[in-house]
């Protein structure tokens, strides 16, 4: 048994990024970038209007105003307009429209008053007036991203502004759920005596959702039958860069996740580690891929996947683990009878800046409801029973989002 501090640094010092994977940009979210990606064009690679308005020939404004421009033509955006601009002229133009040959100042129309076909400038402008240069947004060989940024929607954008569709990312792992167990069947089945409900799935397939993550499900309860688990599992590896099942890693004698790594030529990275609720994890190394084998227990599922599963995860796509963390007051007693690490689920409130953590209520590995509400831990150092309201202690946050849709 390891501490949740050797955890941490054995999956960081031992889980390797992925290798690198072309993918279509709207596919890379959340991605970081393997190589670093310069400019393959000018962004405007057109001298361009900021404004509707009028362009003219600046020189063309010479003695005392106001002046009188005739229409040459009338230029929308995405318009390829090549004849020259005759002297004496101005052309009326869109917003984002090419500037035609010899024009090279703009007046918004606001600024402008129109009799017939002719312009009329009352005003003189700066040459240059409202004129948007060739690669004004992004030069043509300049770097846009160094390689290791995240791919964010904005990112995803100014990639596609320079005409990209595939770029080389760490690809998000492909992930494969799977429930163990004799006792649980899939919800839409008649319970018989002994069963229950199979939860797991859906909890994890939901985290994995709410991070982005796309997942695999298994869609049938494997029974504690060590020659079927062992099948699954293999067919599964060869498909997942990391399958993560729940049940099974205990010490029952129908626990055979241990056994079946071994068969399968895995290597175990740990087996159980200080912490409640959660102590029976485990994780291997099958091949290539991993295995991340969580408790049955459903609140020690979710706190498995927070504690593990996002640090394994991260790691695959070549990140480093930071879960949101904050020091937080009690807004209750907390009473934690044990001497391991504790993960205590806990609603986080934000007061004005301060976050105030209010314990779940009678919290046990077996009781998912007492986890509905919450939306992070608080975090128990080893040792510590119990904590008074208004002290302070160390949290984490489970969701990105308040549950409850508040702000």
């Given at each position: 048994m390891i501490t949740v501090a050797e955890a941490k640094k054995k999956i960081d010092e031992t889980v390797s990024p992925l290798p690198e994977k072309t993918v279509a940009i709207s596919d890379a979210l959340g991605c970081r970038l393997h190589k670093s990606i310069p400019a393959p064009i000018n962004v405007p690679d057109f001298v361009s209007s900021i404004m509707d308005g009028v362009?003219?020939?600046?020189?063309?404004?010479?003695?005392?105003?106001?002046?009188?421009?005739?229409?040459?033509?009338?230029?929308?955006?995405?318009?390829?307009?090549?004849?020259?601009?005759?002297?004496?002229?101005?052309?009326?133009?869109?917003?984002?429209?090419?500037?035609?040959?010899?024009?090279?100042?703009?007046?918004?129309?606001?600024?402008?008053?129109?009799?017939?076909?002719?312009?009329?400038?009352?005003?003189?402008?700066?040459?240059?007036?409202?004129?948007?240069?060739?690669?004004?947004?992004?030069?043509?060989?300049?770097?846009?991203?160094?390689?290791?940024?995240?791919?964010?929607?904005?990112?995803?954008?100014?990639?596609?502004?320079?005409?990209?569709?595939?770029?080389?990312?760490?690809?998000?792992?492909?992930?494969?759920?799977?429930?163990?167990?004799?006792?649980?069947?899939?919800?839409?089945?008649?319970?018989?005596?002994?069963?229950?409900?199979?939860?797991?799935?859906?909890?994890?397939?939901?985290?994995?959702?709410?991070?982005?993550?796309?997942?695999?499900?298994?869609?049938?309860?494997?029974?504690?039958?060590?020659?079927?688990?062992?099948?699954?599992?293999?067919?599964?590896?060869?498909?997942?860069?990391?399958?993560?099942?729940?049940?099974?890693?205990?010490?029952?004698?129908?626990?055979?996740?241990?056994?079946?790594?071994?068969?399968?030529?895995?290597?175990?990275?740990?087996?159980?580690?200080?912490?409640?609720?959660?102590?029976?994890?485990?994780?291997?190394?099958?091949?290539?891929?991993?295995?991340?084998?969580?408790?049955?227990?459903p609140v020690s599922v979710v706190a498995g996947y927070h504690l593990h599963a996002r640090r394994v995860i991260s790691r695959l796509m070549g990140k480093e683990y930071r879960p949101r963390t904050a020091r937080a007051r009690l807004g209750q007693d907390v009473h934690f009878p044990s001497d391991r690490f504790g993960m205590l689920g806990a609603m986080l409130e934000d007061h004005n800046g301060e976050i105030i953590a209010i314990p779940a209520v009678r919290q046990q590995s077996g009781r998912l409801s007492s986890a509905a509400e919450i939306n992070g831990f608080i975090m128990i150092e080893e040792n510590v029973q119990s904590m008074l309201a208004g002290e302070t202690a160390d949290v984490e946050w489970l969701y990105h989002w308040p549950i409850d849709g508040s702000e």
């Open positions: 362009a003219f020939r600046h020189e063309d404004l010479t003695g005392a105003g106001p002046w009188r421009l005739p229409i040459q033509a009338v230029i929308g955006a995405g318009r390829d307009e090549v004849t020259p601009l005759r002297p004496g002229h101005a052309i009326k133009i869109m917003t984002g429209a090419k500037l035609i040959p010899g024009s090279d100042t703009v007046v918004k129309v606001e600024d402008v008053e129109f009799e017939d076909d002719v312009a009329v400038i009352r005003e003189m402008v700066n040459r240059g007036n409202f004129v948007r240069p060739l690669g004004d947004d992004i030069e043509k060989g300049s770097l846009l991203f160094e390689a290791g940024v995240t791919v964010t929607p904005v990112v995803a954008g100014v990639l596609a502004s320079v005409g990209l569709q595939n770029i080389e990312v760490i690809p998000y792992p492909r992930v494969t759920i799977i429930s163990t167990g004799s006792e649980i069947i899939e919800p839409g089945h008649e319970l018989r005596p002994g069963q229950r409900y199979d939860s797991n799935r859906t909890v994890l397939y939901s985290l994995l959702e709410h991070d982005g993550m796309p997942a695999n499900i298994i869609n049938h309860v494997i029974p504690d039958q060590r020659r079927e688990l062992e099948q699954i599992l293999r067919e599964s590896m060869e498909d997942s860069d990391l399958v993560i099942t729940s049940g099974g890693v205990s010490m029952g004698d129908f626990d055979y996740i241990p056994d079946v790594v071994a068969r399968l030529g895995g290597e175990i990275l740990f087996h159980k580690v200080t912490v409640k609720p959660g102590k029976p994890v485990l994780i291997a190394r099958i091949g290539k891929s991993w295995l991340i084998g969580l408790p049955g227990n």
